[in-house]
């Protein structure tokens, strides 16, 4: 018998469309009256949150992390649903802060709980399979939607309302779920993970786009703020003068961490000029190697909360 911890935390998941067809949260979570079981699982549910995930913040992941800390050496396996707009931040967030060797699964919904084509009862079941199953042991974070597995370090939501929303675009699809069978395609080297007690760090994320100048920047320099994360240009390039925006973060000890807006591949540093990679570089900005920018916030801001120093903060966010 397998005994899984199920955290239901709210989202379109756990939400209804009312007459007009707008989608709002209900008082009661309709999976706590889903109708199915599965072999040899037993559920403990718990309904830790019920919120839009856009209301799901670095406090609310702290809570589920604790939740799931405590749960140690009593489960066999977590499933935690969740709206699917910060699904990926929290499931990145759990993924550098738990080394534990039971299977986590996060899932949720992109039709309400009475739409037609629902997919929440089902992404529900198939979250559970996959938190039941020995193969899914010591694989990180998984997201589990619409019969695909996602490792939480590649995973993005990439559609605003398709069922299909949830891809891995560096990495590919972990593994696949049939009505018969849990398989995977492949494994991952298991990352770096940090203890945190406190998410207090204020560290904002910035797109660059052409023209930028460096106002913005410098204003930021002048708030006090933990850090700062820029989604750059291709590879993770800038222009000019935000270049020498970065550099008044930079010279007041700020982290700024580069990204690449680019919905898919690697940023590094490539091009030798003012705003180029290789320079932003050598100034002291920190690349962080095949996330998106709301990861590379959470990551730094884990690095922050362990009082990493440079090199060190170098080190975990340039991990693959
Ligand atoms: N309601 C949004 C959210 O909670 C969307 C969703 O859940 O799919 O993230």
Same mark, same amino acid.
């Given at each position: ?125 198939? /979250? =559970? ?5 020995? &193969?899914? @042991?010591?694989? *990180? !974070?998984?997201?589990?939607? #619409?019969?695909? $597995? ?81 989604? /750059? =240009? ?5 222009? &000019?003068? @935000?270049?020498? *925006? !970065?550099?008044?973060?930079? #010279?007041?000890? $700020? ?66």
């Amino acid at each position: 018998m397998k005994n899984i911890l199920v955290l239901h935390t709210g989202g379109t998941i756990a939400m209804h469309a009312d007459a007009d067809g707008d989608v709002e949260t209900g008082p009661d979570n309709p999976l706590n009256q889903a109708d199915f079981s599965l072999p040899d699982v037993q559920l403990t549910v718990e309904n830790i949150f019920n919120l839009p995930s856009e209301y799901i913040g670095p406090e609310h992941m702290l809570q589920i992390q604790q939740r799931i800390l405590a749960a140690q050496g009593q489960v066999d396996g977590v499933v935690i649903t969740h709206g699917t707009d910060t699904l990926e931040e929290t499931a990145y967030f759990l993924d550098n802060t738990l080394d534990v060797d039971f299977p986590i699964a996060m899932t949720g919904a992109m039709r309400s709980a009475n739409e037609l084509g629902s997919d929440g009862l089902y992404n529900y079941q198939t /979250a =559970l399979r996959v938190a039941a199953d020995d &193969q899914s @042991a010591n694989r *990180g !974070v998984l997201v589990v939607m #619409n019969d695909e $597995i996602h490792a939480a370090r590649f995973v993005t939501k990439t559609h605003t309302t398709n069922v299909a929303t949830f891809a891995s675009p560096v990495s590919g699809t972990m593994g696949l779920i049939t009505k018969r069978r849990i398989i995977y395609l492949y494994d991952l080297v298991p990352g770096k993970t940090f203890p945190i007690q406190a998410v207090s760090k204020n560290i904002p994320v910035l797109k660059a786009y052409a023209g930028m100048n460096g106002q913005l920047l410098e204003l930021l320099a002048a708030t006090g703020i933990d850090g700062l994360v820029i989604e /750059a =240009l291709g590879a993770g390039n800038l222009g &000019q003068e @935000a270049a020498l *925006g !970065v550099q008044h973060l930079l #010279n007041r000890q $700020i982290p700024v961490v580069i990204v690449s807006r680019s919905f898919n591949g690697i940023a590094e540093p490539v091009y030798d000029y003012l705003g180029g990679g290789t320079q932003l570089e050598k100034a002291g900005a920190i690349f962080a190697a095949s996330i998106n920018g709301q990861k590379a916030r959470l990551k730094l801001l884990i690095g922050l909360e362990n009082h990493l120093n440079k090199a060190a903060l170098n080190d975990y966010l340039h991990q693959f």
